[in-house]
Nanobody, 116 residues
Framework: QVQLVESGGGLVQPGGSLRLSCAAS????????MGWYRQAPGKERELVAT???????NYADSVKGRFTISRDNSKRTVYLQMNSLKPEDTAVYFC??????????WGQGTQVTVSS
């Protein structure tokens, strides 16, 4: 079982930036995909970005050009740099990892609020 600890959420004004981090611990089974999802009040959880290996990335259309996902495999950590934040980015952001056997683990979530 992989434990995930997220950090970096908070309150930011529109146009501002935040950087989320998610560190994996526990099981040493190789992690294949790391990613971020978000869930706004009254909405379903949606994909924000994923990264496979060190550089194969995938982004939701709504965040392309504003968010950047990266990972440090030596630290088993995934990051999400969020720039030009908009009020519609307000949500709870969840870290997700998938190991080489296809098993998913989820973090507890971190709140991101974009408001003036």
């Amino acid at each position: 079982q992989v434990q995930l600890v997220e950090s970096g959420g908070g309150l930011v004004q529109p146009g501002g930036s935040l950087r989320l981090s998610c560190a994996a611990s526990g099981s040493r089974i190789m992690i294949r995909i790391m990613g971020w999802y978000r869930q706004a009040p009254g909405k379903e959880r949606e994909l924000v970005a994923t990264i496979a290996g060190s550089s194969t990335t995938n982004y939701a259309d709504s965040v392309k050009g504003r968010f950047t996902i990266s990972r440090d495999n030596s630290k088993r950590t995934v990051y999400l740099q969020m720039n030009s934040l908009k009020p519609e980015d307000t949500a709870v952001y969840f870290c997700n990892v998938q190991n080489v056997f296809g098993l998913d683990s989820w973090g507890q979530g971190t709140q991101v609020t974009v408001s003036s």
